[in-house]
């Protein structure tokens, strides 16, 4: 059975960081790469991040790209969002994805207000 199960998210001030975590159990972790999506109210849900099975190979949304990174440890089935100088645009639900599968968590929510 497939389980993603995010966390880290929280209410933080604009320019403050987050660190997003996703646990990954129920398949070969390290053979599929994962993504990270959000979905604010009332937008369509997007891709953020990429990140291939081996780390290897990232990849960002134009509007992230300098502030966030995306990391894994295959060792713990791990992957991780930092998420630096964050903007009132970033707050939305944050979840995470695997290539097995198309597999979804359950989110984590991200609320970047003064």
């Known amino acids: 059975q497939v389980q993603l199960v995010e966390s880290g998210g929280g209410l933080v001030q604009p320019g403050e960081s987050l660190r997003l975590s996703c646990a990954a159990s129920?398949?070969?972790?390290?053979?599929?790469?994962m993504r990270w999506y959000r979905q604010a109210p009332g937008k369509e849900r997007e891709l953020v991040a990429f990140?291939?099975?081996?780390?290897?190979?990232?990849n960002y949304a134009g509007s992230v790209k300098g502030r966030f990174t995306v990391s894994r440890d295959n060792a713990k089935n791990m992957v991780y969002l930092q998420m630096n100088s964050l903007k009132p645009e970033d707050t939305a639900v944050y979840y995470c994805?695997?290539?097995?599968?198309?597999?979804w968590g359950q989110g984590t929510q991200v609320t970047v207000s003064s």
């Open positions: 129920g398949f070969t972790f390290s053979s599929y790469p």
């Open positions: 990140i291939s099975g081996t780390g290897g190979s990232t």
């Open positions: 994805h695997a290539a097995y599968r198309g597999s």
